[in-house]
């Protein structure tokens, strides 16, 4: 049978989902705020090792098996141009030689995180793991712009497939295809929510909120795009 790992995922969303439908499934993080946890190890490094060949948790996963990656996005996002640009509200204030010391410290953070996600996809090519990485979508996210993939699936409306936020997401599929199965049943009614305001430094004023995704919404994605036409009920 098929095993799930989802990377980045601490609160046990996904990984439940798939539990429920009867598949193997293990969250991936470098915290266990959830207590949804199993494997609590740093992500980032186990990449690095992977990329050069070396022992990693990438060892233990098989061709049969898929991951899926909801890869930190902090960086990537059009709000941190505003960080960039020194036009956050928090920042206003500061004068150039500091804003321009805090372009080096976010250009090198969106470095590293461009390098960490470029070599997940490498490191899934080379061993030919199925790999979907979530991320949110704009039109101007860094790897919309600035990567070789393009996406697979761009979700514009989150709530139409009973998620709490609208929140555009973009979803790249590789070493696998979306399946597009119909799904028929009703959707459970989802108080709809927004993304509260952003704070200093360019990240959201809470994180966790901004990253949470309901049951159903998980379990829909699932039966829609992951699992065989045969294994949807």
């Known amino acids: 049978m098929r095993r799930f790992h989802c990377l980045f995922e601490q609160s046990g969303t996904f990984k439940n989902e798939f539990k429920k439908l009867g598949y193997k499934a293990y969250d991936y993080d470098i915290k266990n705020d959830f207590n949804e946890t199993d494997y609590v190890i740093d992500l980032f490094d186990e990449i ?26 902090i960086r990537f996002e059009n709000q941190i141009q505003l960080c960039f640009r020194g036009t956050m509200k928090s920042l206003k204030k500061w004068n150039n030689e500091q804003k321009l010391e805090y372009d080096l410290k976010l250009h090198k953070e969106l470095s590293n995180l461009y390098e960490l996600v470029t070599k997940l996809a490498i490191v899934c090519i080379r061993k030919n793991i199925a790999l979907i990485i979530e991320n949110p979508y704009s039109t101007t996210h860094y790897l919309v712009k600035y990567w070789a993939i393009p996406y697979t699936i761009l979700d ?3 709530t139409k497939r009973g998620d709490y936020y609208e929140k555009p997401t ?4 590789i070493n696998c295809e979306p399946q597009n199965n119909l799904i028929f049943e009703p959707l459970e009614l989802v108080e709809k929510k927004r993304i509260t305001a952003l704070v200093k430094d360019g990240g959201a004023n809470n994180a966790t909120e901004r990253s949470m995704i309901h049951p159903q919404y998980a379990n829909r994605f699932i039966r829609e795009f992951i699992l065989e036409e045969s294994e949807v009920s």
């Open 48 to 73: 690095e090792k992977a990329y050069v060949n070396e022992k990693s948790v990438f060892d233990t996963i098989t061709t049969d098996d898929m991951i899926i990656a909801f890869f930190p996005c």
């Open 156 to 158: 514009n409306d989150r």
């Open 170 to 173: 973009q979803y790249w599929f």
